[in-house]
């Protein structure tokens, strides 16, 4: 089965267990993004780099809101399918283990 065609299952299988498994469902959505060629680094020593580079980071960007309105519309459905797994993972993130939240922030700003 294309995954495409198994795109949706995946989304309602991540709400279902974010209620009731959200490590299950944060396992479940890093699976579905390396399927989609979208990987996010899950742990040890090169997360805990990326993580702290990231704050770093995240510090010295001046985000000006017109800049960020005027960005172009995201057609690729690809990127759209990882968006949308990763506005989930960012909850199940949140709740499982807050240290991971700047990968799966910085992921969605770079798609």
């Known amino acids: 089965v294309p995954l495409n065609d198994r795109l949706p299952l995946y989304y309602a299988m991540l709400e279902s267990l974010g209620g009731r498994d959200p490590q299950g469902a944060k396992e479940l959505g890093y699976k579905v993004l390396e399927q989609?060629?979208?990987?996010?680094?899950?742990?040890?020593?090169k997360?805990?780099?990326?993580?702290?580079?990231?704050?770093i980071k995240a510090y010295d960007r001046n985000l000006n809101p017109d800049v960020a309105s005027s960005l172009p519309v995201m057609t690729d459905e690809n990127a759209?399918?990882?968006?949308?797994?990763?506005?989930?993972?960012?909850?199940?993130t949140y709740v499982t283990?807050?240290?991971?939240l700047p990968v799966v922030t910085s992921k969605m700003a770079s798609l």
């Open 47 to 55: 997360l805990s780099i990326f993580t702290r580079f990231n704050v």
């Open 80 to 92: 759209l399918a990882a968006m949308k797994v990763l506005s989930n993972l960012l909850v199940m």
């Open 97 to 100: 283990n807050k240290a991971e």
């Open 36 to 45: 989609l060629n979208h990987p996010l680094l899950q742990s040890g020593r």
